[in-house]
């Protein structure tokens, strides 16, 4: 399944509205404004909340947390890799995937320990706001996903406020 995550231009705090591949809005993600953990809100388009992701404030590195349905999944910037960004996606059970990106963050592959790809984010440059492509492999959890994607854009471009 395909996606587009485009953050929006006026709005306080980190907003994305989550639309498919056929235009309709899917998924909203609210960032909570004047939080100490970088709180953002994953909810479908009736506000219901189906995840919660914030930064883990005593880390090695940027670390978040994703929050769903009673189960944590921890989004871990790597430090120390040369041209590249690299990510470790810690999901509950045996799954565990690795996000890894050009050196200048515009491309993302999520992969399984394995290797096989499962999604694949491409970042796009518009006029005023940032916009991703991401496709979904059949199967994956896609708000894990997308919720992940919206890490790594908070890791890799933190404004410097």
């Excluded at 309709?24 to 960032?31: A, L, P």
């Excluded at 509950?92 to 690795?98: K, N, Q, T, V, Y």
């Excluded at 290797?115 to 496709?135: C, H, I, P, Q």
Aim: charged letters at 30%.
């Amino acid at each position: 399944m395909r996606y587009i995550l485009r953050q929006r231009l006026l709005s306080f705090g980190d907003d994305f509205t989550i639309r498919d591949e056929h235009g309709r809005d899917v998924y909203f993600v609210d960032g909570k404004v004047l939080t100490i953990r970088d709180a953002l809100s994953f909810q479908d388009m009736q506000g219901n909340e189906l995840a919660r992701i914030h930064r883990r404030l005593l880390s090695l590195g940027p670390t978040y947390q994703i929050e769903r349905a009673g189960r944590v999944t921890s989004v871990h910037k790597h430090l120390f890799t040369l041209l590249r960004c690299k990510f470790t996606v810690d999901v509950p059970g045996p799954d565990d995937l690795e996000a890894a990106g050009d050196f200048l963050d515009h491309e993302y592959e999520f992969r399984t320990e394995s290797g096989r790809a499962v999604a694949t984010v491409s970042k796009r440059w518009f006029a005023l706001t940032d916009t991703y492509g991401v496709d979904i492999a059949p199967g994956q959890d896609e708000v894990t996903i997308l919720a992940a994607a919206i890490v790594i854009d908070r890791c890799c471009h933190e404004r410097k406020d």
